[in-house]
């Protein structure tokens, strides 16, 4: 048994001009097949509306239950705040030209601050401890491509 499976890792040559491999034609077709595919992943691309979202729905949950706003934002308006109360406590949002952002909030590791800006639809913030959610959609009237298959 051993030898055998020695003969397999190391063959022996059956001719001076000729080596005798451990594996077919087809093993290395199938090896080659799942190389390719870890290597190269057949993935979709999303492409973004170039249209900027129109509407902002904010979703709260506070002590005294859940809440949702919506909003109208627009890519001329000067900046303006709004204050939420979460469960930990006060969320402030930031719209300013067209771009969200989340300024403040009561949560302790601040990662919702640092996400950053969103300004297209479908984008959202999140504030998990604060249970705050900010996601931003288009109108019925931006009527744009959600994503593209290549």
Do not use: W
Not at 88 to 98: E, F, K, P
Not at 107 to 135: F, K, S, W
């Amino acid at each position: 048994m051993r030898r055998r499976f020695f003969d397999r890792l190391f063959p022996r040559r059956v001719r001076s001009d000729v080596l005798v491999l451990p594996f077919s034609l087809a093993d290395l077709f199938v090896l080659l097949a799942v190389i390719a595919v870890f290597l190269f992943p057949v993935r979709a691309s999303v492409a973004r509306s170039s249209a900027s979202a129109s509407i902002m729905r904010i979703e709260a949950t506070g002590p005294h239950g859940s809440t949702v706003r919506i909003e109208k934002i627009g890519s001329s308006q000067a900046e303006r705040c709004i204050a939420v109360k979460g469960v930990h406590g006060v969320t402030v949002i930031v719209i300013d030209h067209g771009q969200v952002r989340i300024a403040e909030s009561a949560c302790p590791d601040h990662y919702c601050i640092r996400q950053g800006t969103i300004r297209q639809a479908g984008e959202a913030l999140v504030c998990m401890p604060n249970r705050v959610v900010v996601t931003l959609e288009s109108g019925p009237d931006d009527r744009a491509i959600d994503a593209v298959n290549r």
